[in-house]
């Protein structure tokens, strides 16, 4: 065996090896523990310990009504698509997880900050992912979609003390 055999076949095996740790270092890392939070197959994990699960709840349930009330598609497809989500409160009053942001959707998971503000606006984005198919980033169809009448609905609940 030639010495550029050798070296090539150790360059190899020290990939191997790196690949090998690295999964299992991502395997045994902590996961998010999500908790079910009692209500339409919703999971919820929250940064802060003394987060209220039952504001959640209310909150998911005003957001989602509010989205009924004021959505376009009719109620039995935007209760079937606002179910089955997970929220991320991350422990901040005003940002979700990154700076100058108050919330985000990806997928299944809708992140908020603690005070739920973006709660429903975020909801919103989930039902144009699930019933149309679309990412509408812009907002361009939030008005027509009966959107910020919603948001504004929601956030009025919110201000006057939501229970």
Same mark, same amino acid.
């Given at each position: 065996?030639?010495?550029?055999?050798?070296?090539?076949?150790?360059?190899?095996?020290?990939?191997?090896?790196?690949?090998?740790?690295?999964?299992?270092?991502?395997?045994?890392?902590?996961?998010?523990?999500?908790? $079910?939070?009692?209500?339409?197959? *919703?999971?919820?994990?929250?940064?802060?310990?003394?987060?209220? /699960?039952?504001?959640?709840?209310?909150? *998911?349930?005003? /957001?989602?009504?509010?989205?009924?009330?004021?959505?376009?598609? $009719?109620?039995?497809?935007? =209760?079937?698509?606002?179910?089955?989500?997970?929220?991320?409160?991350?422990?901040?009053?005003?940002?979700?997880?990154? $700076?100058?942001?108050?919330?985000?959707?990806?997928?299944?998971?809708?992140?908020?900050?603690?005070?739920?503000?973006?709660?429903?606006?975020?909801?919103?984005?989930?039902?144009?992912?699930?019933?149309?198919?679309?990412?509408?980033?812009?907002? *361009?169809?939030?008005?027509?979609?009966?959107?910020?009448? /919603?948001?504004?609905?929601?956030? =009025?609940?919110?201000? /006057?003390?939501? $229970?």
């Amino acid at each position: 065996m030639s010495l550029g055999t050798l070296a090539i076949l150790v360059v190899v095996g020290l990939g191997a090896l790196a690949g090998l740790v690295y999964l299992c270092v991502r395997l045994w890392q902590p996961r998010i523990k999500w908790r $079910p939070l009692g209500f339409l197959g *919703v999971q919820y994990y929250a940064e802060d310990a003394p987060f209220s /699960a039952a504001l959640l709840r209310n909150a *998911v349930d005003k /957001a989602r009504a509010y989205l009924i009330l004021n959505g376009r598609w $009719p109620t039995g497809a935007t =209760d079937k698509a606002l179910g089955g989500f997970n929220v991320y409160v991350f422990a901040d009053d005003q940002h979700a997880g990154t $700076p100058g942001i108050s919330g985000y959707q990806s997928g299944n998971v809708i992140g908020v900050n603690r005070k739920l503000t973006a709660l429903c606006h975020e909801m919103g984005h989930l039902l144009h992912e699930r019933i149309e198919r679309i990412v509408d980033a812009s907002h *361009v169809r939030w008005e027509a979609d009966g959107f910020e009448k /919603a948001e504004r609905s929601y956030s =009025d609940w919110l201000h /006057a003390g939501a $229970p």
